[in-house]
């Protein structure tokens, strides 16, 4: 008698492990990064560029979201612009779920105050980088869908690398200049919430930023021909009735 465990996955199982894998890393990835946003990282550079120095300045959300971009581009391509957009956008909404979350915990009674107030610190996001980071995501990752998707009808499916590399790069380098921009100048002057940067600093900081986001661009590359050569049926990375809108 054979068991139902040993036969081997259909396409359509892989298909569907593939989606829940995808949205549970663009999900986890999402809420790491609204989690790590307040540590500043300094990652040190092999020689000192101009306008950026000796060492790249970036919030630690920025190594997490990364991987947003990674996920959302397998997914496009498997599963369509449209199941993308609806990702993408209810993700969005669920950031307000998890700042909620966070806020009701930090504001409910603690048995330490000590501890309390340290966890306060390292959770509780300022407000300038909520908005900054809110406001970037959705023009971003929409701005990354509908890329992604303009490319690869322009090419009937072909070179998922160009897609991948372009949409990616675009849309972080739009990301990076809004987040910087509302969290460090816009949100400081206009609302009065966090610390105003100097315009030396911004320039540092979105270049830099967008640096390590275009080589991440360009390295996730394989990842997701992988991705997409295990989960779709044809394997052959051209369009297929699976990522067609």
Request: contains cysteine.
């Amino acid at each position: 008698m054979t068991s139902e465990y040993a036969t081997a996955p259909s396409p359509t199982d892989r298909l569907a492990v593939a989606q829940i894998a995808l949205v549970g890393l663009f999900v986890t990835a999402l809420v790491t990064a609204q989690l790590t946003a307040a540590k500043l990282l300094a990652l040190p550079l092999p020689a000192a560029l101009p306008s950026v120095g000796a060492e790249i300045v970036l919030p630690g959300a920025a190594l997490a979201y990364a991987l947003t971009f990674v996920a959302s581009d397998c997914y496009a391509e498997l599963y369509g612009r449209r199941a993308a957009q609806v990702m993408v956008n209810v993700a969005f909404v669920l950031n307000f779920v998890v700042l909620a979350l966070v806020w009701s915990t930090i504001s409910a009674p603690a048995v330490d105050p000590e501890f309390a107030a340290t966890f306060e610190a390292a959770l509780a996001p300022s407000a300038n980088i909520v908005l900054g980071s809110l406001l970037a995501y959705l023009v971003s990752q929409n701005w990354d869908v509908e890329v992604f998707h303009r490319i690869r009808d322009y090419t009937d499916g072909r070179a998922l690398w160009l897609r991948n590399i372009a949409s990616t790069a675009s849309s972080q380098a739009i990301d990076t200049v809004i987040f910087v921009s509302i969290a460090f100048i816009v949100a400081p002057a206009v609302f009065g919430i966090g610390e105003p940067l100097p315009t030396a600093v911004v320039v540092s900081l979105i270049i830099g930023q967008y640096l390590l986001k275009l080589a991440i661009a360009f390295a996730d590359t394989p990842v997701v021909y992988l991705v997409v050569r295990l989960a779709r049926p044809s394997g052959d990375g051209r369009i297929s009735a699976v990522g067609a809108d």
